[in-house]
């Protein structure tokens, strides 16, 4: 089994909805975060989580919320989809600082209509 | 100006060929990491290095730290290595910040 996942891995909305993308992982990381990926932009950091209690915006958090439910689930919410969120979001976790790898999710393709 | 450039944007090489993508930064970092993605969209992280040289199989990446540059090198290319590499520094707190990606596709 995968060990970051991620659902839904497709989703097409239209404008105004509300949606949450999941990822759940079993690597027993700390630190959790979101990425939002656009052709010829890279990927870019939406909020990030150290631990259950801790959330933090990245660089581009407007329009978006998130939730640490438990050490091994980060949600990520669009509380009003609009379109220019249509993209591909990737899920991410990672232990020491400085020392290990971030391990990604396989993604979510998100259409917004 | 991004604070990561990555060269070329876009690569076309043969089967066997030694490739070659460059990674230039501007802010200060205490890592660099190398990632591929597949076609299929999933990432996986190649290298993470904040001095010296690590090599992996077929595949080695460089850093020059007083340059800010890293190199990612691919010995006896084949096309399963086919991919979109990104380079991604860590200023801090491991956050990264990414480039825009290469994207390199091998002939056979």
């Known amino acids: 089994d995968a060990d970051v996942t991620q659902t839904p891995r497709n989703r097409i909305t239209k404008t105004g909805k509300r949606i949450m993308l999941e990822c759940s992982q079993t690597?027993?990381?700390?630190?959790m975060y979101w990425y939002r990926q656009d052709p010829g932009l890279g990927l870019r950091l939406i909020y990030y989580?150290?631990?259950?209690?801790?959330?933090n915006k990245g660089e581009i958090s407007d329009g978006y919320s998130v939730s640490r439910q438990a050490q091994a689930k980060f949600s990520l919410s669009l509380e009003s989809a609009i379109p220019n969120q249509t993209a591909l979001y990737f899920c991410?976790?990672?232990?020491?600082?400085?020392?290990?790898?971030?391990?990604f999710g396989p993604g979510t393709r998100l259409t917004v209509l | 100006k991004n604070e990561v450039e990555q060269s070329p944007q876009n690569l076309t090489a043969q089967e066997g060929e030694f490739i070659t993508i460059n990674c230039s930064y501007s802010?200060?970092?205490?890592?660099l990491h190398w990632l591929q993605q597949h076609p299929g969209g999933g990432i996986v992280s190649l290298f993470m290095l904040s001095s010296g040289k690590k090599k992996h199989g077929r595949l080695i990446a460089t850093i020059n730290i007083q340059e800010k540059h890293s190199s990612l090198h691919i010995t006896a290319s084949h096309p399963r290595d086919s991919a979109v590499y990104i380079c991604?520094?860590?200023?801090?707190?491991?956050?990264?910040?990414f480039g825009q990606g290469t994207r390199l596709t091998i002939n056979p």
């Open positions: 802010v200060g970092i205490s890592a």
């Open positions: 991604a520094v860590e200023k801090g707190a491991q956050k990264l910040v």
């Open positions: 989580s150290f631990d259950v209690k801790d959330i």
């Open positions: 690597k027993g990381h700390d630190r």
């Open positions: 991410a976790t990672s232990d020491l600082p400085g020392r290990e790898e971030q391990f």
